[in-house]
């Protein structure tokens, strides 16, 4: 190879090495990243106005001689700047550049310092129609290699004597154009991965901030929803008492409570909001407490379900609704009169193993504002076992998407029925498990068992 | 999970629009359900006939998404009614007592008939 040619080589090399670091440093100051952000203080324009128009300066002095002709890239600095901060740092670094190269005169002084200055400003201009944005590699490099062809333009218009002019232009155009659009492309792809890493930070930090928020409602909506269960259950005169319920991950609305009534008896309730998360929990925090206090209004459970009703459906938006089993057992009678208001219906195995549903006898609470409610009763003898559950028992669902089932849960009952309710509540729960397995559950798992023990 | 899908189509006949539920409606399709019954009623299309044929199952979230359309209609001309439920779906509404609440029709062509 000539050894001239293996001077420029190196000369060149050297000038994008130089680049590389420039453009390294300035993607790590802080005054870049505010731009990047969309923050334009006075300090960060002056001072990247500053930095790009030092940029402009080295582009001129570390430019060499080529055959005769002076290549040089002191429009990459104002074409940078103007790119990535705005037309105020592209203009004025072109300013600082275009002056400098004033200074040093010849034959094109006047056609340089013009073109380094419009890199600027044209750099800017492209800035702001890409909503004040970089606008990537490829347009920065397209962007380059044209601004040097209007600058040729230039010196050939401006510059005298023409034949000086284009003898010159016809040398330096291609090297120019060449060297200038490698230093925009270090410059840029640098740039882009700044810009590529800031919005994967963002992303993250908002997915992380996203998630926090979900898990702190998550949290909220669990500790309404277990403050709202009883915390001990009352011993019944003649008959065993379990319960139990498995919030799911986003939890569901399922709750269920006794409530000791005057004379030999006790009311039972369970339910399930039509709904998840804290709207569901505080829907059946409303609930739960409207309920309540009509219990104590009404001696009659169809009283006490049509009133609660009513006052739910008042407050009940977005179409929210609960449906709720409510029972009073009479430990006395031995009998259980029920309202079934919209909730799947609970089991009575009797002694014998026979089997019978405490069906519905309304409509779920907060739907219809002037629904009617029947009530039913059953005598109950020893050995009755009724378990109360709501739909997350039955719909809770295998790896084949098989659902639980009632007929599942009614062979369990049936085939456990002679042992203590506490034992028929963990039975049914291992089945569920064993059912499940490892396949996650969407819905809160509720249970109640109620034993009817000998006299 | 036994979600899944659930596509939504609409279609127009005078004043009346059909849209039909093809899936399950269950707490992860809900959200797309209410959004674009709500979007129909904004829109001012208040008779809405379901088309339940290809429905194939709906949860207490699925019914909450129909009934607050429904109370959004409120006592007016317009109204929200079913067609074409299968067996299951029309127990899930007797059982929770929606039949109660919704119109229930045998088929497309009934429902569409009882707004005239």
Redesign the interface.
């Known amino acids: 190879m000539n050894p001239e040619y293996l001077g420029y080589f190196i000369v060149l090399f050297q000038m994008m090495a130089v680049i590389v670091i420039l453009a390294y440093f300035v993607t790590r100051i802080t005054y870049f990243s505010e731009v990047l952000s969309g923050i334009f203080t006075w300090k960060n324009q002056i001072l990247l106005t500053l930095f790009f128009g030092l940029v402009s300066i080295y582009g001129t002095e570390s430019g060499i001689s080529i055959l005769g002709a002076p290549i040089n890239i002191r429009d990459l600095g104002p074409m940078v700047g103007g790119l990535s901060c705005g037309p105020i740092v592209g203009c004025g670094a072109g300013i600082i550049g275009g002056i400098y190269r004033m200074t040093l005169g010849g034959f094109t002084c006047t056609a340089c310092t013009l073109a380094t200055i419009l890199a600027g400003f044209f750099a800017g201009a492209i800035y702001l129609l890409n909503h004040r944005r970089f606008v990537g590699w490829q347009l920065a490099v397209a962007f380059a290699v044209i601004m040097e062809g209007i600058h040729m333009g230039i010196v050939l218009l401006v510059s005298k004597p023409f034949s000086q002019a284009f003898e010159l232009v016809s040398i330096v155009a291609a090297p120019m154009i060449l060297v200038n659009a490698a230093g925009m492309l270090v410059f840029a792809l640098i740039i882009g991965n700044l810009i590529a890493e800031r919005r994967t930070k963002e992303e993250r930090d908002r997915y992380g901030a996203e998630l926090e928020r979900k898990k702190a409602e998550l949290q909220v909506a669990r500790t309404i929803q277990e403050s709202l269960l009883p915390r001990t259950l009352p011993t019944l005169p003649g008959m065993e008492l379990a319960a139990k319920a498995l919030p799911a991950t986003e939890v569901g609305g399922d709750f269920y409570d006794t409530i000791p009534l005057s004379g030999d008896s006790s009311a039972m309730l369970i339910g ?1 909001v ?3 998360g804290v709207p569901a929990a505080l829907f059946l925090s409303l609930s739960r407490t409207v309920v309540r206090a009509n219990t104590g209004w009404h001696d009659r459970s169809w009283e006490v379900i049509r009133d609660s009703n009513k006052m739910i459906a008042a407050d ?1 938006a ?4 609960i ?1 709720l089993f409510f029972g009073v057992l009479d430990f006395r009678k031995r009998q259980l009169t029920y309202v079934n ?2 909730h ?2 609970p089991l009575l195995v009797h002694a014998d193993a026979t089997s019978e549903e405490l069906a ?1 006898t ?3 609470l907060g ?2 504002d002037s ?1 009617d409610y029947e009530e039913r009763m059953v005598s109950l003898s020893a050995g009755d076992v009724i378990v109360l559950y709501t ?1 997350g028992v039955t ?1 809770a ?1 295998n790896d084949r ?1 098989e ?1 639980f089932g009632t007929v599942r849960l009614e062979g369990i009952v049936r085939d456990a029925h002679t042992r203590p309710a506490e034992n028929i509540l963990d039975r049914i729960l291992q089945e569920i498990a064993a059912f499940t397995g490892d396949t ?1 559950q ?1 819905d809160d798992i509720t249970l109640m068992v109620v034993k009817v023990t000998s006299p | 999970m036994m979600s899944g899908t659930l596509s939504i189509s609409e279609r127009i006949f005078g004043d009346v629009t059909v849209v039909s539920l093809d899936g399950r409606l269950d707490t992860t399709t809900a959200s797309d359900a209410e959004a674009s019954l709500l979007s129909l009623l904004g829109a001012g299309r208040q008779k809405i006939v379901i088309n339940a044929r290809n429905l194939e199952y709906i949860s207490s979230a699925g019914l909450r998404v129909l009934l607050a359309a429904k109370k959004k209609l409120g006592s007016g001309s317009g109204d929200i009614r079913l067609a074409a439920m299968s067996p299951q779906i029309r127990n899930i509404f007797a059982i929770t007592g929606f039949d109660r609440i919704f119109l229930l029709f045998d088929d497309e062509g009934q429902a569409l008939a009882s707004f005239s």
């Open positions: 399930d039509s709904g998840k009940a977005s179409g929210m609704f449906t208001a919209g799947n219906p519905i309304g409509i779920a739907a219809l629904a739909d719909e669902v998407d659902q996650p969407f």
